[in-house]
């Protein structure tokens, strides 16, 4: 019997040039490599300090990639269809902490977001740890960081919340901050993915929020939109946040703005600027009207308010057909 262990399989990564656009595009699943045994992870990031369009893209692999892996790969930049690709082996370091030496912790409103146990704290900020790793939503993109503003501006000017939801939270991160900011308010966070709620969890654990169903701490479920007998029973809610996607937040206005009582806010975010009238026209027509918009480069914050008309329903359950999932966004 050998009782040598087998070496590791080493890791390599691929980085290649791509536009800003392509970046924004590459975020979920990449159906091209799906059936493959273990895909690669994709990470995107700014490449030229001075010009925000210039990105790369860097493919992490278990073991060497193939000729037709990094073909396959070439695909979704077409912008580098003429660039020769960086194919590299990884030393047996972790490449989850490669990959986030080159995140800078994110100041946004009262919050600090820390991506490395090793990033300093700021003492005078509400620090948060949430490591980059298999979840969206550790504070590095626009629409997570405009929504920790919006809620930090939200209790500067003196307004309340008791009931919260995040939908799609992926790592907790702004249902983290929603009890900071409002300690004593009952809380649920749900994703599509357990996975992000087992991050969130973790996540949770990290920071000292508390998990539970009682006032001041978090309850955590997997849930498709709002579809789950948790969050339409602790309804209605006076603060519903959802970074998500355009197209689900479209699908879910319905069923999110059921959730909400007469006067509470809706918190959006995950949309392009371009898609902000669409958007919009979908919540309007729930009885929501636009009391605040900020923005982040092309991605804006909504705050929306329930217009007392309404008045509060029951949530109905959303339609098997439609696709009104919220897979966690912030992660960027």
């Known amino acids: 019997m050998n009782d040598v262990a087998s070496p590791a399989v080493q890791s390599w990564k691929v980085t290649l040039p791509c536009t800003r656009a392509e970046a924004e595009a590459l975020d979920g699943d990449i159906a091209a490599f799906t059936m493959m045994e273990h895909p690669p992870v994709l990470m995107t990031s700014e490449a030229a300090p001075d010009d925000e369009n210039i990105w790369q893209l860097d493919a992490y692999f278990e073991g060497k990639p193939s000729t037709a892996a990094i073909k396959l790969l070439k695909t979704l930049v077409p912008s580098a269809a003429h660039s020769k690709p960086v194919v590299e082996a990884l030393s047996d370091e972790d490449w989850v ?81 929603a009890l900071n900011l409002w300690p004593h308010a009952h809380a649920i966070a749900s994703d599509i993915d357990p996975v992000a709620v087992d991050i969130s969890a973790a996540n949770a654990i990290a920071n000292g929020v508390k998990l539970g169903d009682r006032a001041g701490q978090l309850a955590l479920v997997t849930a498709a939109g709002a579809d789950h007998a948790a969050i339409i029973g602790r309804a209605p809610y006076d603060l519903l946040i959802a970074n998500i996607l355009a197209g689900p937040l479209i699908e879910l206005a319905p069923s999110l703005c059921a959730l909400v009582e007469d006067g509470g806010t809706i918190l959006l975010a995950g949309l392009l600027d371009t898609q902000a009238d669409a958007v919009l026209a979908a919540y309007r027509a729930q009885g929501m009207r636009l009391a605040e918009r900020t923005d982040r480069g092309d991605w804006p914050t909504l705050r929306l308010r329930k217009r007392p008309s309404i008045g509060w329903k029951r949530a109905r359950r959303l339609n098997p057909a439609a696709r009104g999932e919220a897979p966690g966004f912030g992660s960027l």
């Not at 809620?151 to 939270?169: C, E, F, P, Q, Y």
């Open 97 to 177: 902490t490669l990959s986030q030496q080159g995140l800078e912790p994110v100041t946004a409103g009262r919050f600090h977001v820390r991506n490395l146990a090793s990033d300093a704290e700021q003492p005078d900020r509400v620090n948060l740890l949430i490591e980059a790793g298999r979840a969206f939503g550790t504070g590095q993109h626009e629409t997570t960081a405009g929504c920790l503003t919006m809620l930090d501006r939200m209790r500067r000017v003196g307004m309340r919340a008791r009931n919260v939801a995040d939908i799609g939270t992926g790592t907790g991160l702004l249902a983290f901050a």
